[in-house]
């Protein structure tokens, strides 16, 4: 049986945050790179996260709550987003500084790389950020329908050196890898 997603909550501001107790899966990538494309592509629904080609859509941390196993994704905010105001940015970050605060149920971090650009700056910061703060990474290529093969694995073990994991290519619009991802998800944060 195929995992169903619900979203169960969302996150404006820091006094709205409280402790879920249940394992996290944080989704996690720069503003644009397909965090709720591919949050529509896991459900198998089309409306389930707002998509936007316009930057910056996600302004909230959802928690999608995965049956029938009982953990949570939460797709964060993206980062970088160039027209995003920098008391906008503050904010970002203490909300997210928050949410990792004291939260003992924050399995891993799927940070979403776009699979036709080389290692970026901020991409690796958020990177560091989630070790600084003991989150291990399952670093995820999206819109791998876009590159070719060759390209690809060229992005892959740029990464691979830089992160010791191999990413797994992803596209939310060819479902490349999603059971693969499933998989990987379910592993992760059933203990
Ligand atoms: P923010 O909410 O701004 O942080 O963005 P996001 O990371 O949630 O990105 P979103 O899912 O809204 O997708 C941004 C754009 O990329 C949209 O135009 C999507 O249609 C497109 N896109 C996302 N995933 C894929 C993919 O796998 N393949 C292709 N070709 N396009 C994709
Ligand atoms: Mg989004």
Redesign the pocket.
């Known amino acids: 049986m195929d995992n169903t997603l619900t979203l169960i909550k969302t996150v404006y501001e820091i006094n709205q945050l409280e402790l879920v107790a249940a394992p996290q899966i944080i989704l996690a990538g720069r503003s644009n790179v397909g965090?709720?494309s591919l949050i529509n592509c896991l459900a198998s629904r089309k409306k389930l996260?707002?998509?936007s080609s316009t930057p910056g859509?996600?302004r909230s941390l959802n928690y999608y709550e995965v049956e029938p196993h009982g953990y949570y994704i939460v797709?964060l905010p993206?980062y970088g987003y160039a027209k995003c105001s920098k008391t906008e940015r503050a904010k970002w970050g203490k909300l997210i500084d928050r949410y990792l605060q004291d939260n003992a149920y924050i399995a891993a971090a799927a940070v979403l790389l776009d699979s036709r650009l080389t290692p970026q700056k901020n991409d690796i910061e958020m990177i560091s950020y989630f070790k600084h703060c003991n989150v291990p990474i399952l670093p995820i290529m999206t819109k791998s329908d876009k590159t070719k093969q060759r390209e690809r694995a060229k992005v892959q073990s740029q990464w691979e050196d830089i992160l010791k994991v191999k990413p797994l290519c992803v596209s939310s619009k060819s479902g490349m890898n999603r059971t693969n991802l499933w998989n990987l998800l379910d592993r992760t944060a059933i203990p």
Request: glycine share 12%.
């Open positions: 965090k709720s996260a707002k998509i859509k996600t797709d993206g």
